[in-house]
């Protein structure tokens, strides 16, 4: 049994959930619940507007629309590695978005123009002519 030392309740360890990363035993210190609702305040109050004005921010400084047809609805560009070797960049595209904010730094801290805005669909057939370049089988 623990306290969480926000909702200050007394409960079973199972609902604090163990700790990733850490000796196994080790319990998180806030329950489940709160440890929830804090992430997902912060989702919406913090990260959500920080992540679209950053997005923004970037698209701007790569000039704004798609580098192959001009597209310019922000809706539908994507921020792309030109040299395709970025790997650990397309990791961090997920929905993963502990790490999306870590990227759309990077790229904003880009001086070697190693990224560019695509479109969508300029994106999708880059990556479709990428992969059927690389496996000799398709
Ligand atoms: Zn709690
Ligand atoms: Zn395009």
């Not at 919406?44 to 701007?60: C, G, M, Q």
């Not at 969508?120 to 690389?134: D, G, H, L, M, Q």
Request: charged residues 25%; aromatic residues 8%.
């Amino acid at each position: 049994m623990k306290i969480c030392p926000k909702c200050l309740l007394l409960q079973e360890d199972s609902q604090f959930g163990q700790r990733r990363s850490r000796p196994l035993g080790q319990l998180n210190s806030r329950c489940r619940k709160c440890r929830a609702s804090h992430t997902l305040a912060y989702f919406h109050s913090t990260y959500k507007p920080r992540r679209i004005a950053l997005r923004y921010e970037v698209i701007l400084k790569l000039g704004g629309k798609c580098a192959h047809c001009s597209f310019a609805d922000e809706r539908a560009l994507e921020i792309d590695h030109v040299h395709n070797d970025g790997a650990e960049d397309r990791r961090s595209h997920s929905s993963a978005w502990g790490s999306s904010l870590t990227f759309l730094r990077k790229v904003l801290a880009d001086t070697t123009g190693a990224y560019q805005i695509l479109c969508s669909n300029c994106n999708r057939i880059k990556y479709c002519e990428t992969v059927s370049y690389k496996s000799e089988e398709v």
